[in-house]
């Protein structure tokens, strides 16, 4: 593909266009790429929520209550659940990057078994610690 471009002088030139989503068939190496940047973004709205929930903690016994409600309902715990699994999915995404920084990796065969370790990692992790939790609580 080529895109058509006009330089200083007026002089028309064909420029390659990276190829993008419709040349590529879709891997799980791509799935963890777009998992990971997604999960950034809900970590940052999670830390908005956790914030939400500390300055109930120090504004007394009525704000607590209030923020404990909502986090103890079916849909607020849905949400934790929801950023415990991106906490853990993006932690196991950044360990991948901090591999591949090293060199390693890129093998077809390790990057499909690191592909696997992160999405199941996460989930293992994720149930780990609610277990943990509710047997804690």
Request: some cysteine; hydrophobic content about 50%.
């Amino acid at each position: 593909m080529t895109r058509l471009e006009t330089d200083a002088r007026g002089t028309e030139k064909r420029r390659p266009l990276s190829p993008h989503l419709q040349v590529y068939r879709p891997m799980l190496t791509m799935a963890m790429s777009i998992a990971h940047r997604i999960t950034g973004a809900a970590l940052y709205v999670g830390m908005l929520l956790l914030a939400w929930f500390l300055v109930a903690v120090s504004a007394g016994r009525g704000a607590y209550d209030g923020a404990a409600y909502c986090l103890n309902s079916i849909p607020g715990k849905g949400v934790l659940f929801a950023f415990t699994w991106a906490f853990f999915h993006h932690f196991l995404g950044g360990i991948r990057h901090v591999i591949w920084d090293t060199g390693h990796g890129f093998e077809p065969k390790e990057r499909e078994f690191l592909a696997h370790a992160t999405l199941y990692g996460g989930i293992a992790l994720t149930a780990a610690a609610w277990v943990v939790a509710y047997l804690f609580s």
